[in-house]
């Protein structure tokens, strides 16, 4: 069974940084292209970075670009999403997902609960 479990969202201030992580099994974790997504509060998924299998290719939705970072751990099963210089149009739940989701994005079963990222004064 696929399970995905997201952790590290919190609240925090505008320009502030969080650490995303990711805990995934149930599927062979280093084979799989990896993305992250997100949710803005009455809004619909929005695509933020993916990253190959290997780690090497990562890609980012302009929005994120420069101030987000997507990383892996295949010996840990591990997905991260450093996010710095945050902003309050960041603030959503964040999902990670099985997949290369840069042109189209359709949460899946396997999805986790996500993480809720908050950034406000």
């Known amino acids: 069974e696929v399970r995905l479990v997201e952790s590290g969202g919190d609240l925090v201030q505008p320009g502030g940084s969080l650490r995303l992580s990711c805990e995934a099994s149930g599927f062979t974790f280093s084979r799989m292209i990896m993305s992250w997504v997100r949710q803005a509060p009455g809004k619909g998924l929005e695509w933020v970075s993916t990253i190959s299998n290997a780690g090497v290719a990562t890609y980012y939705a302009d929005s994120v670009k420069g101030r987000f970072t997507i990383s892996r751990d295949n010996a840990k099963n591990t997905l991260y999403l450093q996010m710095n210089s945050l902003r309050p149009e960041d603030t959503a739940v964040y999902y990670c997902?099985?997949?290369?989701?840069?042109?189209?994005?359709?949460?899946?079963?396997?999805w986790g609960q996500g993480t809720q990222v908050t950034v406000s004064s």
């Open positions: 997902a099985p997949g290369d989701l840069r042109y189209s994005v359709t949460k899946g079963d396997s």
